[in-house]
């Protein structure tokens, strides 16, 4: 790799990366600087400055990234419906590369010669942050500890920590690991590795338990421009604080957990569980305004092309063309995806019950089982008999065949 005399870390201060500090510097000899992206953790952020001076860095920056994430990231994928195996919103997947694209930007304001991550040998995070380094920067070195130290577990992490005297926020008895940004929480490892193993209840942040949930539903309105969330009950928002008050307003009514295995790109299942409350109502909510503002040729594309957006962005691949272009194919579909969608909530269940929009494509005239001039009821026996036409002569050829 050649002599590494600075090295900007993505770090965390949790139980990878504040080892990794400590590590770095005994193993390169070189200057460490910390850098935290804040990417709406919350309370994680706190201390981590002069946490990470005392465990050796040089500096920590501690970048606000919110209202970029969730402008840039979270809602052009929301645009896009991108749900990986359909079922988890990419919380984490979303996050790594704006992450990324930062830390390329202090190494270059630093002049460092190297980036590194405190993501493990078996884990999705590693290609994430390293697709992007090579994407945007391909002449920095890329340091990956879990694949070259031998501490290749929790046990001796912590026996690690203790002998250099680094503070961790975890204890032995509750080693599961937990990632927190504006569009979810995921909990992984412990006790949640048997796929068997009921969560515990107190372990949930963002939504509450079923039981302690309001006994009477709450209307809820999602405003949309074109396909990108506005607002909401009519009010408009910056894209952060949109997020925030939607996971208070969904979590409040236990909306948006899952709790599944999960098809890794290294090829290991995972049990994850995650706490999408927000993203949850504004998913749904965009997905079924689409359906009075798309017409139906250019919605079934996209409903294919939205599941090649998730896989693109589940593997780390943010910064490729073909993403890229996906995103101006979505675009384009939603120039005319404006309008409001009104939802129930209650109990966990997020329903829709009204949408409306000036670009909607939905007749009522039509629709109605009424006499309209526009459709006739009898030129459907034409369409029926040409749309069936090679049915038909499959079937009568089987019969001639078998007779």
């Known amino acids: 790799m050649g002599k590494i005399n600075k090295v900007v870390l993505a770090y965390s201060g949790g139980l990878d990366t504040s080892v990794i500090v400590k590590w770095l510097i005994d193993t390169y000899q070189c200057e460490v600087v910390c850098y935290a992206a804040d990417v709406g953790q919350e309370e994680e952020l706190d201390g981590l400055d002069e946490k990470a001076r005392k465990t050796g860095a040089s500096k ?3 970048e606000d990234l919110r209202e970029e994430f969730a402008r840039d990231y979270v809602f052009p994928a929301i645009r896009a419906n991108a749900i990986y195996e359909d079922r988890y919103l990419l919380g984490t997947s979303l996050a790594r590369p704006i992450i990324a694209k930062r830390h390329v930007e202090i190494a270059r304001k630093e002049g460092a010669d190297a980036v590194c991550h405190g993501a493990t040998g078996k884990g999705n995070d590693q290609v994430r942050f390293e697709l992007a380094f090579k994407a945007l920067a391909p002449d920095l070195k890329i340091i990956a500890p879990w694949r070259e130290w031998d501490l290749h577990s929790r ?3 912590f026996d690690y920590a203790d002998k250099h005297g680094i503070p961790l926020p975890l204890s032995k008895d509750k080693p ?3 990632d927190r940004n504006l569009l979810h929480i995921s909990y992984e490892g412990g006790i949640l590795e048997d796929p ?17 949930t309001p006994d009477e539903p709450e209307y809820l309105e999602v405003n949309f421009e074109k396909g990108i969330p506005s607002g909401l009950n009519g009010k408009k928002m910056a894209a952060h604080d949109l997020m925030k008050e939607a996971n208070l307003i969904a979590g409040k009514h236990g909306i948006g957990r899952i709790d599944i295995v999960e098809n890794r790109l290294v090829g290991i299942k995972s049990r994850g569980v995650y706490e999408t409350p927000g993203g949850t109502i504004l998913w749904k909510a965009h997905r079924d305004l689409e359906s009075i503002c798309i017409d139906k040729e250019t919605q079934h594309l996209k409903d294919k092309l939205s599941n090649d957006y998730a896989i693109l962005a589940y593997n780390g691949q943010w910064f490729c063309r073909k993403r890229e272009s996906l995103d101006a194919f979505m675009a384009e579909t939603q120039k005319t995806v404006t309008g409001t969608v009104r939802l129930k909530l209650y109990k ?4 829709v019950v009204g949408r ?5 494509l939905y007749s009522e005239s039509i629709a109605s089982f009424e006499h309209s001039e526009l459709y006739n009821h009898s030129d459907a026996e034409g369409f029926i008999n040409l749309f069936g036409l090679q049915d038909k002569v499959e079937a009568m050829i089987k019969q001639e065949r078998n007779k």
């Open 60 to 62: 920590c920056y501690i």
């Open 155 to 157: 046990s001796l992490l």
């Open 176 to 178: 599961y690991s937990m």
């Open 196 to 212: 068997y193993n009921e969560p515990d209840e107190s372990m949930f942040l963002l939504t509450k338990s079923l039981k302690d």
């Open 348 to 351: 966990g269940n997020a329903v």
């Open 356 to 360: 409306k929009s000036d670009y909607s």
